[in-house]
């Protein structure tokens, strides 16, 4: 498939979307830290009320205070008159002390008489004429201010408590408006932090789709793109959308263009080797010719006759193999039906005892018939490969053991052998084509050079039944196991 296909906005997301407050997002560092400033700039904003408040309510207070220092004075204390008597108007809890050159005259609280301990901190009070606060006993804090008049002193002092209670109320409501503040900040900011992201959230779903398709593995086409709405050129995510979109544009046209590139590698690949067998059929068949009616040429001749007929023979191979791996790469090449495997393995293992004959071959198949969906030339060669590998990359009385079995919905045949196992070098690579070992360390070396296509024909063939094989190989034990599907019962 090349060329875009029809492009779908991005459906439902499939992967696990981050929640608003989960760890780690974005939208949650953005609701708790705009929470947080508003929190910061309400508990200030309280505070700075607060102070004010009381500062205004002091000052009032004092007034108050000085007011009524001014009354009394005017009333002609300390000639036996008590503050309020016979003047009106004067605030409650006042509290009136006048002394005088022989010491004190009158201390009196809401005209009544107080106690010593009030008469004696009074006494104390330095006569500047500001106001201060102080803690008479057993009268609480009051707003005292001191006023000398010649050597006269006169103290008039105010209770605090009216001030301490509006400022408490002050408080209560400065904690609670700043309580609602805080979530309603919190409330807003969410809304407005979900809502904002939402079209980012959108991306990431687009970009999981897009990462969730095979590009590696042959899909050419990136059927997602980012909805059309959340690509407003004006906003970030808008931009990063239509990146995005490009960018998913030109991913696209190059896999386009590689996979076109592909296909044409690949039809010449299939066409050389397609043309290729007829002509080395031609040489190898008249190579054998000309050894068989000419039996008298020299030995040389003979030698080099066989050698042709060797090589053109082993050439045919190699392009039987890479015409298998281009036609299976270019699709499904096989000829799919209910295949009895039982006979199948039981024919390529004698066979591989007639060609190894110095090799001990075990066999072992289930008492029931196992029964794949399989292309029976395909698997045939399936295990013909692994059982030559067996043969010929392990010394002779290496003991190849095949089995077979059903398991779990698959078909499984498994050969393993005691050789000597896979060299380190290519053990990660075993079934990538033209792999092989150094050709000193298999006895393929004397006989038969090996191309290192068998098991990229194994690792093909197997997948294109929609099955896999995989290896496990130590000194002493290499194990292949092949799996492809059984095939449903009613079609057996
Ligand atoms: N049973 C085995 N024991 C040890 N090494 C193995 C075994 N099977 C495969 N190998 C190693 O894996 C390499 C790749 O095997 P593969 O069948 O793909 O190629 P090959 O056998 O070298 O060549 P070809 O099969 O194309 O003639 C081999 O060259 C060999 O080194
Ligand atoms: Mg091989």
Do not use: C
């Amino acid at each position: 498939m090349t060329g875009p296909g029809p492009v779908v906005p991005a459906p439902a997301a499939s992967h696990p979307r981050p929640e608003p407050l989960g760890a780690g997002t974005l939208s949650r560092r953005l609701i708790l830290s705009t929470t947080a400033l508003v929190a910061v700039i309400a508990v200030l904003l309280s505070g700075l009320t607060a102070l004010t408040m009381h500062r205004i309510l002091q000052d009032q207070l004092d007034e108050q205070l000085l007011a009524s220092a001014t009354q009394t004075r005017g009333e002609g204390r300390g000639q036996g008159m008590s503050p309020g008597r016979g003047g009106p108007g004067l605030a409650q809890g006042l509290l009136f002390y006048w002394q005088g050159q022989g010491g004190i005259v009158q201390v009196e609280h809401d005209r009544n008489v107080v106690g010593e301990q009030v008469a004696a901190e009074l006494e104390r009070v330095v006569p500047t004429g500001r106001p201060e606060t102080r803690a008479l006993p057993s009268l609480g804090p009051y707003r005292i201010v001191g006023i000398a008049q010649g050597s006269q002193v006169m103290v008039v002092g105010l209770p605090l408590a009216g001030l301490t209670a509006s400022m408490a109320s002050i408080m209560v409501a400065a904690v609670v408006l700043t309580l609602m503040a805080i979530i309603i900040a919190f409330l807003a900011a969410r809304t407005v932090v979900e809502r904002n992201l939402r079209p980012l959230a959108r991306l990431a779903t687009t970009a999981h789709q897009v990462s969730a398709l095979p590009l590696g593995s042959g899909a050419v086409d990136v059927p997602v793109r980012f909805p059309a709405e959340d690509t407003d050129p004006r906003s970030e995510v808008g931009q990063v959308g239509i990146a995005f979109n490009r960018m998913l544009d030109h991913v696209e046209g190059a896999l386009g263009a590689r996979e076109g590139s592909e296909t044409k590698l690949r039809r010449f690949v299939a066409d050389a080797s397609h043309e290729l067998r007829n002509p080395l059929a031609a040489i190898r068949g008249y190579a054998e010719l000309t050894r068989r009616e000419r039996p008298d040429v020299p030995a040389t001749t003979a030698h080099a006759l066989e050698r042709i007929e060797s090589e053109s023979e082993r050439m045919s191979h190699l392009v039987e193999d890479l015409l298998l791996l281009a036609r299976l790469d270019s699709g499904p090449a096989l000829e799919i039906a209910p295949t009895p495997l039982s006979t199948l393995v039981a024919d390529a293992v004698s066979d591989a005892r007639a060609a190894g004959p110095d090799h001990a071959w075990a066999l072992s198949l289930p008492d029931a018939e196992v029964v794949a969906l399989a292309d029976r030339h395909r698997l045939t060669q399936v295990v013909a490969n692994l059982l030559a590998n067996a043969r010929t990359h392990t010394p002779a009385g290496t003991r190849v053991t095949t089995s077979l079995a059903a398991e779990q919905g698959w078909a499984v045949v498994r050969v393993s052998d005691d050789g000597p196992g896979i060299p380190p070098e290519v053990a990660d690579r075993v079934f990538e084509r033209f792999t092989r070992a150094d050709a000193s360390r298999s006895r393929a070396g004397g006989g038969v050079p090996s191309t290192g296509l068998g098991l990229a024909i194994v690792a093909a063939v197997v997948a294109a039944h929609g099955g896999h094989v995989d290896v496990r190989s130590r000194p002493g034990h290499t194990e292949f196991t092949v799996r492809v599907p059984l095939a449903p019962v009613r079609q057996i």
